[in-house]
């Protein structure tokens, strides 16, 4: 003969300790798509007022370094240490820092020009064709020109931190944002 216990209290517990490891990691996810969304929102922010401030430099000196600043001023959200600016020969420059209005490397050093034209292009009469487009600097820069800014931002998951799966729990956001050259 079968002995049935019945003890609710009992029941309750286990379905708990069941459910109670899918709940945290829902939270966590939830936690984890706010961050995400903040940086990628801060992110877009920042280079909607870099674009900006392109559009309005068409015939000046030092226009990388105006774009950058704008770049870092809007960026104040963002861990700057995890903010890269990709060039159009796919290099990577960064990460830099906005202290007192002048851009800095992470050694104090600052920046008085970066060693290749990274926003400006000249439009060679094919707006559909952007492979025909050649680099410009932006005091050489003839209509129709535009700037074109592109940024990697690296995430660090905080769910992974807490696993301690630091190298596994990083993804790159790249963005791109571009800006006709405005008449002077």
Do not use: W
């Not at 003969?1 to 517990?13: G, H």
């Not at 290099?91 to 060693?115: M, R, W």
């Amino acid at each position: 003969m079968k002995i049935r216990f019945s003890n609710k209290k009992a029941q309750a517990i286990v379905e708990f300790a069941l459910i109670f490891p899918i709940l945290i990691a829902t939270i966590m996810c939830i936690f984890e798509f706010g961050l995400l969304l903040k940086n990628y929102l801060g992110l877009n922010y920042a280079l909607g007022k870099a674009a900006k401030e392109a559009s309005f430099c068409r015939g000046q000196q030092g226009a990388d370094l105006k774009v950058l600043t704008k770049l870092l001023e809007g960026a104040a959200a963002l861990n700057s240490l995890n903010l890269r600016i990709i060039s159009p020969t796919n290099t990577l420059y960064g990460p830099y820092k906005l202290v007192g209005g002048k851009v800095k490397d992470f050694n104090d050093v600052e920046i008085a020009s970066i060693g290749e034209e990274l926003f400006f292009y000249n439009d060679n009469g094919t707006p559909n064709n952007l492979t025909d487009d050649i680099k410009v600097d932006a005091s050489d820069a003839s209509l129709p020109s535009y700037a074109k800014i592109r940024v990697r931002y690296t995430h660090t998951m905080i769910n992974a931190q807490i696993l301690g799966l630091e190298k596994q729990g990083t993804f790159n956001l790249e963005l791109t944002m571009q800006a006709r050259l405005a008449p002077q």
